[in-house]
């Protein structure tokens, strides 16, 4: 009796059903890959991500804003050891007033989430400036993350330069010395100092990247 059964008949493939999965993940790639602009890290000799940010003022500021004139990115965050040893000792203070004498655009820029060390309100960066003594033209607040994930802004400190011609030309540590103790400011290295004197004189930046250093940025 059972050797006379047929096997059940398989149901064929339709030319659709072959091609849903390949399909599927060629949507998938296409959809990565055209995100990936998006997501793609800064670089030297590149444009500078675009942004728009609202600054402690209430204002909104943009890079574009600034173009035709050398711009300095400081992530900062005031609860950071690492960022207290240089405002501290007033160093980042004098290092933003001669950047802006020479013209310099100096944008400090506050990453941290809302319950995140280092987060400001607006009333509260104005009331850091005035008590800190913050010379940069302004100081802009990225809660949601956005501008510091555009530029892969990982600590504070973390220094980005941008030309007159909207070019990225240094990115990295505000120094040498991986360090929270005051004392390493004597005879350190500052890396953003001599990249705005190569741009002052005309020259190529010699060092356009060095490490980063410092507390992680909360986003």
Known sequence: LFLNRKPPKKTPMTPQGLSRRPLL????????????PALAAPAIGKPAPAFTAVDAQGK?????EFRGKTVVLEWTNEG???VQKHYDSGAMQGLQKAAAADGVVWLSIISSAPGK???KTAAEARAWQDKSGVAAAAVLLDPKGEVGRAYSARTTPHMYIV???????YMGGIDDKNS???ATLQ????YVSLALADLKAGRAVAQPVSAPYGCSVKY
């Open 25 to 36: 993940a060629g949507l998938a790639l296409t959809l990565a890959l055209a995100a990936s």
């Open 60 to 64: 909104a500021r943009s890079l574009a």
């Open 80 to 82: 950071c050891p690492y």
């Open 117 to 119: 060390q280092g987060y």
């Open 163 to 169: 030309n007159p011609a909207g070019n990225l030309v």
């Open 180 to 182: 929270a103790d005051p």
């Open 187 to 190: 005879g350190a290295r500052n």
